[in-house]
């Protein structure tokens, strides 16, 4: 049995009849590819063979009676592959729209808890040939980096499937444990709590003189450049609906390895500024008029660097806030913006003692965070609030070489991830082989018109390249 941590604990309460806590991507695949033919019976014994490498999918949750302490996970003693690998059609004509429609009314359906929080949808029917593949897992199981790994698992190098592991021996499932052992657990890990409290205070006192001395040194002066400021209220800092949109799309990755070496910067500083760019090409095309730049919170990996003993945790992040330049008409003020604030986040990073959020979530009992977190996410105070960010964005890391499913080559990769009440845009990006895959989510009552992103995401990538082009 392992306890969750608070900041995972906290997707779990965050999530209500509106909001989704999954993260997950949509893959495409060439069954042509696949030496002895391709079918969804397929993939499922490849799930089968290589399931035991991945323990997070065995696991399930348990509550805690009156929430005196945050779920635990334990090994599913029921577990049923059937259970988490299905089977959907898209509808005629079977183009890249009715898949985004099929997927969008996927991702808004939550995880039943009662089992472990991940399901794999195979779509099949698509015009050009191609199959798709959905997964989802739950936000406070993994994060988008370890969602790209575990997914990873079930690939290979080759069209040839390679074999599993050798199978481990059955074991005899342990019982789920009653109300009884867990409020036992919750007795003794109450009695911890000051003990906890007085060590997470501690971290997130060094976490902020180390935050306040990095950023003066830097020579900003305040914490604006690291923790949320104000941003502007835009037509999705609301609360959402149930329903979800996906957009994704294709872009060369030649163009912007063409910028970012003519420019000397790094990548994903780049595409956060083509973000901003492109954000307010969005707000122009709606005639929203905004009166400075939108906020986006940046998760940053920090499995390699957390040394407070968070090393258990499913999520590993920590997150920076960066004025996007969305105002910026000058694409190189924008991207020197955007570099100016990422560069002291990444000092933070390096030098720095710790996520001060981080810290103080650990502070709380479990039974306060919870119940202040599901009060948070059930009453619209996002429509009162002044929005701290306005999206989420992230960059994960793909892979450069072919990669396949039951023998059918991966094609493309889209991420998908969360949007909150107050914050409902979320646009991440992937690196697969030659190009940039980029999945956008939202909630179709405040972004109707969500394929403009993608199209405004291409034009000023456009914009970059052709200025690179005209100072050569």
């Not at 969008?104 to 009662?114: G, M, N, V």
């Not at 052992?181 to 060590?199: C, E």
């Not at 080559?409 to 980029?438: C, F, K, S």
């Amino acid at each position: 049995m392992q306890r969750l941590s608070s900041f995972d604990a906290a997707f779990l309460y965050l999530e209500s009849p509106t909001s989704h806590m999954h993260v997950g991507s949509l893959a495409l695949y060439d069954p042509a590819t696949a030496p002895d033919g391709w079918s969804f019976e397929q993939v499922c014994e490849v799930y089968a063979d290589r399931i035991q490498l991945v323990p997070q999918f065995r696991r399930r949750l348990v509550e805690v009676p009156m929430q005196l302490d945050h779920p635990a996970w334990v090994e599913d003693p029921d577990f049923d592959l059937g259970w988490h690998i299905r089977r959907i059609g898209v509808p005629p004509p079977g183009g890249l729209p009715e898949l985004a429609t099929v997927v969008s009314e996927l991702i808004a359906t939550q995880l039943e808890r009662s089992r472990p929080l991940w399901e794999v949808w195979v779509i099949e029917g698509l015009a050009n040939g191609q199959i798709a593949v959905l997964s989802k897992a739950h936000h406070a199981a993994i994060d988008g980096v370890a969602g790209t790994q575990i997914v990873a698992t079930m690939l290979d190098f080759t069209p040839e499937v390679a074999a599993g592991p050798p199978q481990q021996p059955e074991r005899l499932p342990r019982p789920v444990p009653g109300d009884a052992q867990m409020l036992a657990r919750a007795a003794g890990s109450l009695a911890l709590q000051p003990i906890r409290a007085i060590g997470a205070a501690r971290r997130g006192v060094r976490a902020l003189r180390s935050r306040l001395g990095i950023v003066e040194a830097a020579g900003h002066g305040s914490l604006a450049a690291t923790l949320p400021g104000g941003a502007p209220r835009v037509s999705f800092s609301h609360s959402l609906t149930p329903e979800r949109s996906f957009a994704f799309r294709s872009y060369p990755l030649e163009g912007l390895l063409l910028v970012k070496e003519a420019l000397g910067v790094h990548l994903n500083d780049l595409v956060l500024a083509v973000c901003g760019g492109a954000l307010g090409r969005y707000l122009a095309k709606r005639e929203e008029a905004v009166d400075h730049s939108l906020v986006a919170m940046v998760p940053m990996s920090i499995q390699n660097n957390d040394q407070n003993g968070h090393d258990d945790e499913a999520n590993q992040l920590m997150n920076m806030f960066i004025n996007l330049g969305s105002d910026i008409a000058d694409p190189l003020t924008r991207l020197a913006n955007v570099i100016e604030q990422t560069e002291t986040a990444k000092a933070q990073l390096r030098e720095g003692d710790g996520d001060p959020v981080r810290a103080i979530s650990d502070m709380a009992p479990a039974t306060l965070t919870a119940h202040l977190l599901k009060y948070v996410a059930s009453h619209r105070i996002a429509d009162t609030m002044q929005p701290l960010f306005n999206l989420t964005m992230s960059n994960l890391r793909g892979a450069r070489i072919p990669l396949y499913l039951a023998g059918a080559e991966m094609v493309a990769n889209y991420p998908i991830a969360p949007i909150y009440d107050g914050t409902g845009l979320n646009i991440t990006v992937m690196t697969h082989r030659d190009q940039l895959d980029v999945g956008v989510v939202a909630c179709p009552q405040l972004t109707p018109d969500l394929d403009l992103i993608p199209e405004a995401i291409a034009e000023t990538i456009d914009e970059y390249v052709a200025l690179v082009g005209s100072s050569q």
